[in-house]
């Protein structure tokens, strides 16, 4: 290819282009001829694109650094059978985002500092590595939110959580307690235990 735009790359940010040596002239020309397709101020999609398409990976460059969480998280981590049918994602309540994508669906959480920051992980697919919030971080998250997000889909996700040979019940207590839902938690736990 021409432009040394790979076919095997879906998303380029700005940074990465000029490293690659294109000008903002350069990165036009190639929006004008299609070969590129400006999403944000600083994200581009490939339009030369022939890999798998992922909903982490478009939902990641429109909102790099927000990190994948309640639901979505619940489902990678094999907690719920809910099919969610948007992806969620957490970013700090002082960033924005300007632009989402039209597909998938996607659902903004704005964390306070304290919360966004705790028990953020990485999870790799075949189209990249992504920012996530750890297992027990996620159990936290839904039971916190229990009221936006379901009871039932509550009890579910704690219930396969507490399931599971390779839970972590003091790292669960330690993040329940300093994000303000340790009696909660302590209430579901004598119920299903």
Not at 1 to 22: C, N, Q, V
Not at 72 to 82: K, N, P, Q, V
Not at 83 to 112: C, G, N, Q
């Amino acid at each position: 290819m021409a432009t040394g735009i790979s076919p095997d790359k879906h998303f380029y940010d700005r940074k990465e282009l000029f490293k690659m040596g294109y000008s903002y002239y350069k990165i036009n020309k190639l929006v004008s001829q299609g070969q590129l397709n400006k999403l944000t101020n600083n994200t581009y999609e490939n339009g030369e694109y022939t890999g798998e398409h992922s909903d982490f990976a478009i939902v990641s460059a429109y909102a790099p650094k927000s990190v994948f969480c309640m639901m979505t998280s619940a489902r990678f981590y094999g907690l719920t059978t809910f099919l969610p049918d948007r992806v969620d994602i957490a970013i700090e309540r002082s960033m924005k985002i300007s632009t989402l994508p039209d597909w998938p669906d996607t659902h903004v959480w704005y964390f306070p500092d304290s919360r966004f920051n705790t028990g953020v992980t990485s999870i790799s697919d075949e189209t990249g590595t992504y920012r996530m919030y750890d297992i027990e971080k996620t159990v936290v998250d839904i039971l916190y939110y229990r009221n936006k997000i379901g009871i039932e889909e509550t009890r579910e996700v704690l219930k396969n959580y507490l399931g599971k040979e390779d839970r972590d019940l003091i790292k669960l207590r330690k993040y329940a307690n300093d994000l303000g839902c340790g009696k909660i938690l302590g209430t579901y736990l004598e119920v299903l235990l």
